[in-house]
T-cell receptor
Framework: DQQVKQNSPSLSVQEGRISILNCDYTNSMFDYFLWYKKYPAEGPTFLISISSIKDKNEDGRFTVFLNKSAKHLSLHIVPSQPGDSAVYFCAASGDNYGQNFVFGPGTRLSVLP | NAGVTQTPKFRVLKTGQSMTLLCAQDMNHEYMYWYRQDPGMGLRLIHYSVGEGTTAKGEVPDGYNVSRLKKQNFLLGLESAAPSQTSVYFC?????????????FGDGTRLSIL
């Protein structure tokens, strides 16, 4: 049973519009959530994170929202650019996991010019 | 700054053969990890290390062994390759073992077992 779910395998968005990528988790013990971005033939790279004590974190065009009661987080990209086209992974961790993360299956974002 | 380097990038093996994947990091990180990524699934942790000379099992350790003889290197071994081990393997490292510390990934090794 997947503890971190990304129910949309793919998403297409027009350039300049908002991209919203969703992630749901089942383990209430998760304390930290990270988003990674992955281009083909490259490893994932860290994008943005959020702690469970916050409900929002911004970094430039990227904002992550956390709804603990719903066990849901989302990544907003505004405005979307063609270079944002990649696979986005949500990852979660908690004190009971130590240094280990649980990754979602990823969402492939395509930003159309 | 190379970051995390994985060797080789591609490999094809026959069932029953053995091989070692090498991961090297130049960031002086204590923690290192091996993941595998399969279609439709997230990265799954195979083994990890919290420092030189230490290793521990992750979520899917069966069929793999690891060693961390030097701080900068983390080796993943397949003693007797099976088709189920066909996957893309990623190595990662991090400076601290806290949950909010991002991991730095290599570019992966694509391994096919025939």
């Amino acid at each position: 049973d997947q503890q971190v779910k990304q129910n949309s395998p793919s998403l297409s968005v027009q350039e300049g519009r908002i991209s919203i990528l969703n992630c749901d988790y089942t383990n209430s013990m998760f304390d930290y959530f990270l988003w990674y971005k992955k281009y083909p033939a490259e490893g994932p790279t860290f994008l943005i994170s959020i702690s469970s004590i916050k409900d929002k974190n911004e970094d430039g065009r990227f904002t992550v929202f956390l709804n603990k009661s719903a066990k849901h987080l989302s990544l907003h990209i505004v405005p979307s650019q063609p270079g944002d086209s990649a696979v986005y992974f949500c990852a979660a961790s908690g004190d009971n996991y130590g240094q280990n993360f649980v990754f979602g299956p990823g969402t492939r974002l395509s930003v159309l010019p | 700054n190379a970051g995390v380097t994985q060797t080789p990038k591609f490999r094809v093996l026959k069932t029953g053969q053995s091989m070692t994947l090498l991961c090297a990091q130049d960031m002086n990180h204590e923690y290192m990890y091996w993941y595998r990524q399969d279609p439709g699934m997230g990265l799954r942790l195979i083994h990890y290390s919290v420092g030189e000379g230490t290793t521990a099992k992750g979520e899917v350790p069966d069929g793999y062994n690891v060693s961390r003889l030097k701080k900068q290197n983390f080796l993943l071994g397949l003693e007797s390759a099976a088709p189920s081990q066909t996957s893309v393997y990623f190595c990662a490292s991090s400076s601290l073992g806290r949950g909010n510390q991002p991991q730095h990934f290599g570019d992966g090794t694509r391994l096919s077992i025939l």
